[in-house]
C-alpha cells in the first residue's frame, strides 16, 4: 500500500527524476517559461517554489541550499540577482500553469509553465482592469463642475 505517498514518481527512478527536475528548474529560471506536460509541470512547481522563497534571503547558506539543488552557478546567480530582486514583495505562488491542449504524438496534456512576475501581458491586464471607471449622468457631473465655478465668482465679489 502506498500510505501518505503522495508526489508523482513520473515513471522514473528517483536520480533520473531529481536530475530532470533540477535541469527543468534551470531552464525555467533562464528562460521564465518552459513548455512540458501537466504531470512534469505540477512536480516542478512542488520543486522549484520553495528555492525561489529560499532566494529572497541572500545569504550564503541559502546559495548553498539552492545550489545543491540546481548545480549551475549561473542559474543560481540570475535567481539570487534579477528573479528575487522581482518575487521580493509576493508571499507564494511563484509559478503558474496554462494548458496548451494535447501533444499531437502522443496525446499527453501539454502546458507552459511561467513565472509570474515576467509575464508582462497577464500585468497589463490587471492594470487595465483597475483603470474602468463607473459611469455617471451627465446631469450629477454639470452641477459638480458648475458649483466651484460659482463659488470662485463669489469670492472675487466679496474682495
Same mark, same amino acid.
Given at each position: 500500500?502506498?500510505?501518505?505517498?503522495?508526489?508523482?514518481?513520473?515513471?522514473?527512478?528517483?536520480?533520473?527524476?531529481?536530475?530532470? /527536475?533540477?535541469?527543468?528548474?534551470?531552464? /525555467?529560471?533562464?528562460?521564465?517559461?518552459?513548455?512540458?506536460?501537466?504531470?512534469?509541470?505540477?512536480?516542478?512547481?512542488?520543486?522549484?517554489?520553495?528555492? /525561489? +522563497?529560499?532566494?529572497? !534571503?541572500?545569504?550564503?547558506?541559502?546559495? $548553498?541550499?539552492?545550489?545543491?539543488?540546481? !548545480?549551475?552557478?549561473?542559474?543560481?546567480? %540570475?535567481?539570487?540577482?534579477?528573479?528575487?530582486?522581482?518575487?521580493?514583495?509576493?508571499?507564494?505562488?511563484?509559478? $503558474? *500553469? *496554462?494548458? *496548451?491542449?494535447?501533444?499531437?504524438?502522443?496525446?499527453?496534456?501539454?502546458?507552459? *509553465? %511561467? /513565472?509570474?512576475?515576467?509575464?508582462?501581458?497577464?500585468?497589463? %491586464?490587471?492594470?487595465?482592469?483597475?483603470? +474602468?471607471? +463607473? $459611469?455617471?449622468?451627465?446631469?450629477?457631473?454639470?452641477?459638480?463642475?458648475?458649483?466651484?465655478?460659482?463659488?470662485?465668482? !463669489?469670492?472675487?465679489?466679496?474682495?
Amino acid at each position: 500500500m502506498r500510505h501518505n505517498k503522495k508526489f508523482n514518481h513520473l515513471g522514473r527512478t528517483a536520480s533520473h527524476r531529481s536530475a530532470m /527536475l533540477s535541469n527543468m528548474a534551470c531552464s /525555467l529560471i533562464k528562460h521564465k517559461r518552459i513548455t512540458t506536460t501537466v504531470a512534469k509541470a505540477k512536480a516542478l512547481k512542488k520543486f522549484v517554489e520553495p528555492l /525561489l +522563497t529560499k532566494s529572497k !534571503q541572500d545569504t550564503t547558506n541559502s546559495r $548553498r541550499v539552492v545550489f545543491s539543488n540546481l !548545480q549551475d552557478k549561473f542559474v543560481v546567480t %540570475e535567481l539570487f540577482k534579477e528573479v528575487s530582486v522581482k518575487i521580493a514583495d509576493r508571499p507564494g505562488g511563484y509559478t $503558474r *500553469i *496554462i494548458k *496548451i491542449g494535447n501533444r499531437l504524438g502522443d496525446n499527453a496534456e501539454m502546458c507552459f *509553465i %511561467e /513565472l509570474v512576475d515576467y509575464n508582462e501581458n497577464m500585468a497589463k %491586464e490587471t492594470v487595465a482592469k483597475k483603470a +474602468t471607471r +463607473t $459611469r455617471r449622468s451627465k446631469k450629477a457631473t454639470a452641477e459638480v463642475v458648475e458649483a466651484p465655478a460659482v463659488e470662485e465668482t !463669489q469670492a472675487e465679489s466679496a474682495e
